[in-house]
């Protein structure tokens, strides 16, 4: 579904992307994790297109992303739920909801569906985003991530910052999100959480994929978690 194969991407002359190469096949959740600053969220970024691509490519099934505008991306089938929420503090939940849908009206079967994931939103819709608490906010930003109905979706640390128990509310919702069919490319740093719902996972270390393997290979090589994610054996 997803290829990148060599991509190279840098902010100005800062190079942050060193011949980058991954796959996510569909409906599969896969890791991406790693210490801070290694280019996780480069990456996504440049699969979306917001990050000038030096070298190599991004597909999307048939499609080379590369030869597309950011804005068509999204219209692909790619949603991108980003570090931070990024939500507009300012707007209602429900006019949060909404921002993704480019034309025609809101799928009121898709907004049922965020509700049973979250039905906290659903008593808050006319409360602006600004006021919801940190949880609260990270349920927005998963759902206006699906309210497009996605085949693929980006998240960049969906649980960060978080307390343990909604910790495990958004874990267990990304995982039953996968489970009904959208594939998903996850950016976490909990390694444990990765563990837990992820099917395959790549560790990232200085701009470049340097582990692939599944959940379990991983478990057994401590070594790797040693050296790439500071776990002490």
């Given at each position: 579904m997803l290829k990148?194969?060599?991509?190279?991407?840098?902010?100005?002359?800062?190079?942050?992307?060193?011949?980058?190469?991954?796959?996510?096949?569909?409906?599969?959740?896969?890791?991406?994790?790693g210490r801070n600053g290694v280019g996780k969220t480069t990456t996504l970024k440049s699969i979306m297109g917001m990050v000038p691509r030096k070298k190599g490519s991004v597909h999307f099934y048939e499609t080379n992303l590369s030869d597309l505008?950011?804005?068509q991306i999204p219209r692909m089938g790619i949603s991108y739920m980003p570090q931070g929420r990024h939500l507009f503090p300012k707007l209602t939940v429900m006019e949060n909801l909404r921002?993704?849908?480019?034309?025609?009206?809101?799928?009121?079967?898709?907004?049922?569906?965020?509700?049973?994931?979250?039905?906290?939103?659903?008593?808050?819709?006319?409360?602006?985003?600004?006021?919801?608490?940190?949880?609260?906010?990270?349920?927005?930003?998963?759902?206006r991530a699906l309210i497009i109905n996605?085949?693929?979706?980006?998240?960049?640390?969906p649980m960060e910052?978080?307390?343990p128990l909604l910790v495990k509310l958004i874990a267990d919702t990304v995982k039953i999100i996968n489970q009904k069919g959208t594939t998903i490319l996850l950016v976490e740093q909990?390694?444990?959480?990765?563990?837990?719902?992820?099917?395959?996972v790549y560790i990232m270390e200085k701009g470049a994929i340097v582990y692939e393997g599944t959940p379990s290979e991983l478990e057994g090589a401590m070594d790797i978690q040693e050296?790439?994610?500071s776990v002490k054996v």
């Open positions: 990148m194969k060599n991509l190279n991407c840098s902010y100005g002359e800062c190079q942050v992307l060193y011949d980058t190469s991954l796959e996510v096949g569909e409906g599969k959740l896969i890791g991406l994790i505008p950011p804005y921002i993704p849908i480019v034309e025609g009206p809101l799928d009121k079967r898709l907004l049922e569906e965020i509700f049973q994931y979250f039905p906290r939103l659903k008593e808050r819709l006319n409360q602006k985003a600004g006021t919801l608490s940190g949880g609260e906010q990270q349920m927005l930003a998963v759902g996605p085949k693929l979706i980006l998240m960049d640390e910052g978080l307390m909990n390694l444990k959480t990765i563990k837990n719902i992820c099917e395959g050296r790439y994610l």
